[in-house]
């Protein structure tokens, strides 16, 4: 049984299309446990609710590991624990500590709005757009001790159209997140994921 943490900042739709895929396919090996958020009276807070899943916000002027602290506190009383446990971030936007890395390696997975290492950090759409690419997308992949540099697991492309906007193109990619992110989330419970070195190989 995989326990499963999710972590937002905001709307949650990500978090969402996982939970849906989990509730719509019965996968009986992932248990979502709680949903926690770096910022109060978020949307997100509300969607996770109607999963029935349990929410807490820990939202304070701390950093780094102090507090990462207080994070992985509330995933272990949750039951959300390095041996057993995936944590999923969902649109969160505060950077991980090294010490929260360490505790939970290879059980943190994120989703970035482009082809990574392409574009890493904040507003990737726009960064694509700007540099003019035909091709832009999104990854899932492993949270090391980096800034969106931790082995990648999978990724959709999108075609970018010569009269994309930001919001065009965002929305594009938002539903190929949508869609790779449960997947991903379903190779993990599945235990198909062998890291070696930068690769992720899916068995």
């Known amino acids: 049984m995989i326990n499963l943490g999710i ?14 895929f989990l509730k719509e396919n019965a996968i009986a090996d992932v248990c979502p446990k ?4 770096s910022k109060p009276e978020v949307e997100g807070l509300k969607k996770a609710t109607k999963f029935g899943i349990p929410t807490k916000v820990v ?3 701390l950093k780094g590991w102090n507090y990462d602290k207080e994070i992985v506190n509330v995933l272990q009383k949750y039951e959300v624990n390095p041996e057993n446990g995936l944590v999923c971030l969902a649109g969160y936007m505060r950077l991980l500590s090294p010490e929260f890395v360490r505790t939970y390696k290879m059980r943190i997975m994120n989703i970035h709005p482009s082809l990574l290492p392409s574009f890493p950090g904040l507003n990737s759409q726009k960064k694509a757009l700007d540099y003019g690419v035909k091709v832009t997308g999104c990854s899932v992949h492993f949270v090391d001790e980096g800034l ?5 697991i999978a990724q959709k ?9 930001y919001e065009t193109l965002s929305d594009r990619i938002l539903e190929q997140e949508h869609i790779l992110y449960p ?12 890291v070696e070195g930068r690769k992720v190989v899916i068995t």
Do not use: A, Q, W
């Open 7 to 20: 972590l937002i900042s905001g709307r949650g739709s990500n978090m969402e299309s996982i939970l849906n």
């Open 34 to 37: 709680i949903v926690i958020s």
């Open 59 to 61: 939202s304070n002027n």
């Open 148 to 152: 969106d540099s931790g082995p990648i």
């Open 157 to 165: 492309h999108v075609i970018v159209s010569d009269n994309d906007t």
């Open 183 to 194: 997947y991903c989330v379903k190779l993990f419970s599945e235990r198909r994921l062998l």
